[in-house]
């Protein structure tokens, strides 16, 4: 259940965010979670409802965007069906994950500035 | 403040940012990156389900290391006891116990906060032996030189279907106790077959911590990642700055 220690780390980083533009409100968050970051988006909403309680995120919308995970070969660019071996066939070359599928990230917070 | 009228409203801004969650924890990654490399110190993420035989693999890495006359240091991370961390001193490694309490993974800061209590500088090869766990150590950068997972025979060959992430990030794989394979139903091409569908790099190598089956293939892998690092010739222990004894909390 890491998805509560990734929780506390995007409320401290948003909270930072918030004290340095002396927000007076915290009103909605973005997050893209990559279908091979290690984290259950599910588990992270329920994660970030239980431990937003008495945080600047209190009565924040969180929303979780998720990014397929999605193969291609870095020399031809063809796409590597999903579950196959991540080999280009014709290049003889390892696959490339696609950008976005192995991260967990904060896209965008909108807060309320005086 | 509105600076359309001058009326002191206040104003909704969206704010882009783009950024890891975890940058956090990548920034005392690079900073202990930095240390073990500076240090000549080859560190290794070492992770697996709990009973794999990590620490067995470690042990089996000072009967063999000894002969190279490495110097070998560890910490050993487990929820509760420091059974590893002792079985790893009675191997002749010097290891500390992280006990993480309900934490299910290590992470960078615990990492650098055991550091200080262990003279990791004086080692040519420092293992960080993850909680036992498939899931949650995987996204967690320590600032190691390499992930090796260690997956043992009783363990079923589809174990990196079920855990990508995990076996995605493997520089190595390590399946253990090979020499129980005769009294199981277990099939290596199988294994080969499910990691190259997860990870595009896979690299395999198979070991028996108890006939020594393997070993000399890890042991050489270690070598050759310690050239490719640049880390062989360097006089550890010339670290650019040495951390102080922790204090006590």
Same mark, same amino acid.
């Given at each position: 259940?890491?998805?509560?220690?990734?929780?506390?780390?995007?409320?401290?980083?948003?909270?930072?965010?918030?004290?340095?533009?002396?927000?007076?409100?915290?009103?909605?968050?973005?997050?893209?979670?990559?279908?091979?970051?290690?984290?259950?988006?599910?588990?992270?909403?329920?994660?970030?409802?239980?431990?937003?309680?008495?945080?600047?995120?209190?009565?924040?919308?969180?929303?979780?965007?998720?990014?397929?995970?999605?193969?291609?070969?870095?020399?031809?660019?063809?796409?590597?069906?999903?579950?196959?071996?991540?080999?280009?066939?014709?290049?003889?070359?390892?696959?490339?994950?696609?950008?976005?599928?192995?991260?967990?990230?904060?896209?965008?917070?909108?807060?309320?500035?005086? | 403040?509105?600076?359309?009228?001058?009326?002191?409203?206040?104003?909704?801004?969206?704010?882009?940012?783009?950024?890891?969650?975890?940058?956090?924890?990548?920034?005392?990654?690079?900073?202990?990156?930095?240390?073990?490399?500076?240090?000549?110190?080859?560190?290794?993420?070492?992770?697996?389900?709990?009973?794999?035989?990590?620490?067995?693999?470690?042990?089996?890495?000072?009967?063999?290391?000894? *002969?190279?006359?490495?110097? &070998?240091?560890?910490?050993?991370?487990? !929820? /509760?006891? @420091?059974?590893?961390? %002792?079985?790893?001193?009675?191997?002749?490694?010097?290891?500390?116990?992280?006990?993480?309490?309900?934490?299910?993974?290590?992470?960078?800061?615990?990492?650098?906060?055991?550091?200080?209590?262990?003279?990791?500088?004086?080692?040519?090869?420092?293992?960080?032996?993850?909680?036992?766990?498939?899931?949650?150590?995987?996204?967690?950068?320590?600032?190691?030189?390499?992930?090796?997972?260690?997956?043992?025979?009783?363990? *079923?060959?589809?174990?990196? &279907?079920?855990?990508?992430?995990?076996? !995605? /990030?493997? @520089?190595?794989?390590? %399946?253990?106790?090979?020499?129980?394979?005769?009294?199981?139903?277990?099939?290596?091409?199988?294994?080969?077959?499910?990691?190259?569908?997860?990870?595009?790099?896979?690299?395999?190598?198979?070991?028996?911590?108890?006939?020594?089956?393997?070993?000399?293939?890890?042991?050489?892998?270690?070598?050759?990642?310690?050239?490719?690092?640049?880390?062989?010739?360097?006089?550890?222990?010339?670290?650019?700055?040495?951390?102080?004894?922790?204090?006590?909390?």
């Amino acid at each position: 259940m890491h998805e509560y220690s990734l929780v506390e780390a995007l409320i401290s980083r948003v909270e930072a965010e918030a004290k340095k533009r002396q927000a007076l409100k915290v009103h909605a968050l973005s997050v893209r979670v990559g279908e091979l970051a290690g984290v259950d988006p599910e588990l992270f909403q329920t994660a970030y409802d239980t431990f937003r309680a008495g945080t600047l995120c209190a009565e924040t919308t969180l929303t979780v965007k998720r990014i397929p995970a999605s193969w291609s070969c870095p020399r031809c660019r063809a796409a590597i069906p999903r579950g196959e071996v991540l080999r280009c066939t014709a290049c003889d070359v390892p696959a490339r994950l696609d950008d976005g599928a192995d991260a967990l990230t904060l896209d965008g917070i909108e807060m309320e500035v005086p | 403040m509105c600076t359309t009228c001058g009326c002191g409203d206040t104003e909704l801004v969206p704010v882009e940012l783009h950024e890891k969650i975890l940058a956090g924890n990548d920034r005392a990654a690079r900073h202990n990156r930095e240390h073990f490399l500076e240090a000549g110190v080859l560190a290794i993420n070492l992770m697996g389900s709990p009973g794999a035989g990590k620490t067995a693999v470690l042990e089996a890495t000072a009967r063999a290391g000894a *002969g190279k006359k490495w110097r &070998l240091g560890a910490v050993s991370a487990d !929820l /509760a006891t @420091d059974n590893d961390a %002792v079985r790893l001193e009675k191997a002749g490694i010097p290891s500390r116990a992280i006990t993480t309490g309900q934490a299910c993974h290590l992470d960078a800061e615990l990492v650098h906060r055991s550091l200080h209590d262990i003279p990791w500088q004086q080692t040519d090869v420092f293992f960080i032996e993850n909680v036992g766990n498939l899931v949650c150590p995987a996204i967690y950068d320590l600032g190691q030189a390499a992930n090796v997972v260690v997956l043992s025979v009783t363990e *079923g060959e589809d174990k990196p &279907l079920k855990y990508p992430t995990m076996f !995605l /990030a493997a @520089d190595l794989v390590l %399946v253990s106790k090979c020499d129980l394979i005769p009294h199981l139903d277990f099939d290596l091409a199988k294994l080969d077959d499910a990691l190259a569908r997860v990870n595009p790099k896979p690299n395999v190598i198979r070991l028996s911590a108890r006939t020594g089956e393997g070993v000399d293939q890890w042991i050489a892998w270690l070598e050759r990642l310690r050239l490719e690092k640049g880390l062989v010739g360097r006089i550890a222990g010339l670290a650019a700055h040495v951390h102080a004894p922790a204090r006590p909390r």
